[in-house]
């Protein structure tokens, strides 16, 4: 951090230079004698502290100060007066200076007032700022991809996010529903405000409403005292409804009412109270089916569905694996200080064609893990799990049969080899066993293996 900018407006060179001798060590000093020197002072330096002269010819301060908090909100200002009247004292405070003080001042307490002054500026530029990194966090240049699916994706949340529109997001579990959902709220100009999360399946039905709405003192036995809800505590942000195909019918009826009118009730409450709040709803169940099958209302679900993104599981856009992978690769290492680990080639093969039914999330568990527990720099086939080894082998055969890289009857011999290995493994080498495995006779097993050329390096007999 720089030395801090102190700016010193009086129209007496007296005044400028005694403030000069006295906060010269800890600051650097810039001056101006009147509001529009100021005012141009302030823009080019953004003083973290600025001492205001209440009553210069010219512009008054309190106008200055008008002008000032204006162009760089974030400086703070402590007026100077000659005068002691709660009146002006008042008008400064209102018009948002941080202090006042009176003349002649006390040099001791006018540098604690001054030192007070720079904490509050620091605190807010260092609140602006991690609200940035919030926001970066969450942009869309976190969501990583490059399949169609997700550059339509990217288009959608880029239109959609200035809008108050409501959005329903779809997808499997671990496809990126939330990080979409914040990726809207933080390119919103509601990103400042609350993006409130609300799963709709971890609360049966009762609890749910008034989590939602809140309740009134009294509303039930031990309803002692009034309670926010989630619209309440959303208010100018947003509010995220996960698995919102898990709410009751019941709670569905009074959500689309809130959404419609803007304002709810609080249980056991008597009057309405008015809400801005934007609603992301997201589900992994197919709500249409749901609608069909009766176990949610046709009237919310269209009015949820106003736009509506679907983001398909990880298996159906390929092409975003490696990406992804990199993207984990590079933020696990940061995350745990080490170096990113590397992939052999076979591995990133393993990864390409496994199913990965958890999605995103499961392939970033992976690499997490990976990272924190494999202690070579370069991964190897023996390190992934069993899961991503195994199912990884059908998948494959099945990719290379379909885009015509590998025959009908060598990708079914490639199948059956597989499991022959593993029966005998499993069987620890033991052909009887691993042929009752297989629900066939070692003699066939026997001979599919001379067939299939897998060389066993033990032939004892079970
Ligand atoms: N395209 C992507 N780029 C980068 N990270 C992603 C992407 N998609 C998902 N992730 C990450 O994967 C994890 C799971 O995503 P998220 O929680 O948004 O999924 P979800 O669809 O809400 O899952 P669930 O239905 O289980 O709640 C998160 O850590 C998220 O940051
Ligand atoms: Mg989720």
């Not at 924190?372 to 190897?380: H, M, R, T, Y």
Request: charged share 30%; proline share 3%.
């Amino acid at each position: 951090m720089g030395q801090a900018v102190l700016l010193i407006v009086d129209d007496e060179a007296g005044v400028r230079e005694s403030l000069r001798l006295i906060f010269g060590k800890d600051f650097r000093i810039c001056e101006a004698t009147g509001c529009e020197e100021a005012i141009g002072k302030v823009k080019e330096e953004k003083p973290e502290v600025i001492l205001l002269d209440i009553l210069m010819p010219g512009a008054d301060g309190l106008e200055t100060l008008k002008r000032m908090k204006d162009v760089h909100p974030d400086g703070q200002v402590i007026m100077l007066t000659a005068l002691n009247t709660a009146r002006t004292a008042f008008a400064a405070r209102e018009t948002g200076a941080f202090d006042y003080v009176i003349k002649p001042f006390d040099v001791n307490e006018l540098r604690l007032r001054v030192d007070r002054a720079l904490e509050k500026t620091r605190l807010s530029r260092e609140v602006a700022r991690l609200q940035q990194d919030l926001g970066r966090r969450f942009g869309i240049q976190n969501i990583v991809g490059k399949s169609k699916s997700i550059l339509e994706i990217f288009r959608i949340v880029s239109v959609v996010a200035s809008k108050k529109s409501t959005v329903l997001i779809t997808g499997e579990s671990g496809t990126g529903k939330e990080l979409i959902a914040r990726a809207i709220h933080f390119n919103s100009d509601r990103a400042n405000k609350p993006f409130v999360v609300v799963n709709c399946a971890a609360l049966p039905d009762a609890l749910i409403e008034s989590e939602l709405f809140g309740y009134e003192r009294g509303a039930f036995t031990n309803a002692y005292q009034r309670k926010m809800g989630h619209f309440d505590s959303a208010h100018g942000g947003t509010l995220f409804l996960d698995e919102i195909g898990e709410l009751g019918v019941g709670t569905q009826a009074k959500l689309l009412r809130a959404i419609e009118t803007e304002s709810f009730m609080r249980l056991g409450g008597t009057e309405e109270s008015k809400v801005d709040v934007r609603i992301i709803a997201a589900s992994n169940r197919e709500l249409e089916k749901l609608v069909k099958d009766g176990g949610f209302r046709p009237d919310l679900f269209y009015r949820l569905n106003v736009v509506s993104l679907h983001l398909p599981p990880l298996r159906e856009r390929q092409e975003d694996v490696p990406l992804l992978v990199e993207h984990f690769l590079r933020i696990k290492a940061c995350e745990n200080s080490c170096k990113p680990k590397n992939l052999s080639a076979e591995v990133i093969d393993y990864l390409l064609s496994y199913s990965w039914p958890g999605n995103v999330r499961e392939l970033e568990n992976l690499i997490e893990r990976l990272t924190i527990l494999v202690s070579q720099d370069v991964v190897g086939v023996e390190n992934l799990p069993e899961a991503i080894r195994q199912r990884d082998a059908v998948a494959s055969v099945r990719e290379r049969v379909l885009n015509g890289s590998l025959s009908l009857s060598d990708a079914v011999d490639e199948f059956e080899r597989e499991l022959i290995v593993k029966a005998l493994e499993k069987a620890g080498h033991n052909q009887t066993r691993a042929a009752s495995l297989l629900g066939t006779s070692r003699r066939i097993l026997r001979y599919r293996m001379e067939k299939l050329n897998i060389i066993e390096r033990s032939h004892a007999a079970g």
